[in-house]
T-cell receptor
């Protein structure tokens, strides 16, 4: 693989279910991010990780959790999905927190 | 609060020039980014400004005035493939990106 990948591409989920969105990068970037993008709104940061083993909360962290066990992977978990979490989710990475971010192809999530 | 303002939509003609403006009010400033996003795709990096002035990169240029909290993206010799949304983002004092809602650019032949 080259760059940053996300899985699944799209998912329809019943409310109350647990879901993990996967993100993997092979660029050896230190920093990784999760955003959600909703119509009419800018990208909003959910969680971030400046380096493996550390994570931080972004603008809209409630209902989401992340882990960063290694450099390459940064999964996002919805513990109990709600309809307001219907969105397009983008994972991104950057060499460090001061560099430009590269985005994965996104996951379109619908919670019913 | 933090705020990034961009026009929602703009229309331009193939071969022409278009300027997309971005104004910002953020807690701190550590650079401004422009990204391009085609419908249904991921954002891709276009340009970065941290000092006042113009940065040119081929058909695209980006300008920054920190004192005015203002930037613009200039696209020259427009092509149909330039039809996309253009996102302005400012890196704040915490080194997090604050994003505008994006400007949808429609190119007409």
């Amino acid at each position: 693989i080259a760059g940053i990948t996300q899985a699944p591409t799209s998912q329809i989920l019943a409310a109350g279910r647990r879901m993990t969105l996967r993100c993997t990068q092979d660029m050896r970037h230190n920093a990784m991010y999760w955003y959600r993008q909703d119509l009419g709104l800018g990208l909003r940061l959910i969680h971030y990780s400046n380096t493996a083993g550390t994570t931080g909360k972004g603008e809209v962290p409630d209902g989401y959790s992340v882990s960063r066990a290694n450099t390459d992977d940064f999964p996002l978990t919805l513990a109990s999905a709600v309809p307001s979490q219907t969105s397009v989710y983008f994972c991104a990475s950057s060499e460090s927190s001061v560099n430009e971010q590269f985005f994965g192809p996104g996951t379109r999530l619908t919670v019913l | 609060g933090q705020n990034i303002d961009q026009p929602t939509e703009m229309t331009a003609t193939e071969g022409a020039i278009v300027q997309i403006n971005c104004t910002y009010q953020t807690s701190g400033f550590n650079g401004l980014f422009w990204y391009q996003q085609h419908a249904g795709e991921a954002p891709t990096f276009l340009s970065y400004n941290v000092l006042d002035g113009l940065e040119e990169k081929g058909r695209f240029s980006s300008f920054l005035s920190r004192s005015k909290g203002y930037s613009y993206l200039l696209l020259k010799e427009l092509q149909m493939k330039d039809s996309a949304s253009y996102l302005c983002a400012v890196r704040d004092s915490n080194y997090q990106l604050i994003w505008g809602a994006g400007t949808k650019l429609i190119i007409k032949p």
